[in-house]
């Protein structure tokens, strides 16, 4: 079955620097591939995603890109702030498999002012 | 749009008892809601799957007698933790997916938090 592997499991940054966090599948018919940011105490928001047909996705701040050859995929957050503190997870599902999500293993993410 | 509740955000029971934790999707019908736990500072484990009007596919190691759960309707899905113990303890965390969606993007409540003393 698929797994996937995150890393690094803790970050910390200054304030304005970017941060970086990087995921591998092992299953090649994953093909949507979700990002969660997970306040103390909170359920996990959508922040971003990307599906298999495109390499790069860009929302303001936040960036993914996603390598289906070495089955990478990465968040890139520019311009942190310390509101972007928080626990982040990748994913990666299957369609049409029951939409079953497997998590990476989270990244503490900690901006520092 | 996409916003998931859950019911309560918080409990405290003694050991031997029930607790019940509602899911609901409030502005969209859901296919499939998904239960999972998490334990501090780990990541999420699915439990369990369930479609509305038929029986909850469980993971491997989960107790399908221990935590029960009912998809009664496309927006409500109920788990119920019976016989509570100590180890129970933990953040149970519901999600949902749209009918609508074409990549089963789901859509997570707020949590619960269990506490058996």
């Known amino acids: 079955g698929e797994n996937v592997e995150q890393h690094p499991s803790t970050l910390s940054v200054q304030e304005g620097d970017s941060a970086v966090i990087k995921c591998t599948y092992s299953d090649s018919a994953s093909n949507y591939f979700p990002w969660y940011k997970q306040e103390l105490g909170k359920g996990p928001q959508l922040i971003i995603d990307?599906?298999?047909?495109?390499g790069e996705k860009k929302d303001q701040r936040i960036a993914v890109t996603l390598n289906k050859t070495a089955k990478h995929f990465s968040l890139h957050i520019t311009e942190t702030q310390p509101e972007d503190s928080a626990v982040y997870f990748c994913?990666?599902?299957?369609?049409?498999?029951?939409?079953?999500?497997?998590f990476g293993q989270g990244t503490e993410l900690s901006v520092k002012p | 749009g996409a916003v998931v509740s859950q019911h309560p955000s918080r409990v405290i029971c003694k050991s031997g008892t029930s607790v019940k934790i509602e899911c609901r999707s409030l502005?969209?019908?859901?296919?499939?809601m998904f239960w999972y736990r998490q334990f501090p500072k780990q990541s999420l484990m699915l439990m369990a799957t369930?479609?509305?009007?038929?029986?909850?596919?469980?993971e491997q190691g989960v107790e399908k007698d221990k935590f029960l759960i009912n998809h009664a309707s496309l927006t409500l899905s109920t788990l119920t933790v019976t016989s509570a113990h100590p180890e129970d303890s933990s953040f149970y965390i519901c999600?949902?997916?749209?009918?609508?969606?074409?990549?089963?993007?789901?859509?997570f409540g707020p949590g619960t938090r269990l506490t058996v003393l």
């Open positions: 994913a990666a599902t299957i369609y049409n498999q029951g939409g079953k999500l497997i």
């Open positions: 502005d969209f019908q859901a296919t499939t």
């Open positions: 369930s479609n509305e009007g038929s029986k909850a596919t469980y």
């Open positions: 999600s949902a997916t749209s009918m609508g969606s074409s990549y089963n993007e789901q859509f």
């Open positions: 990307i599906r298999s047909n495109v």
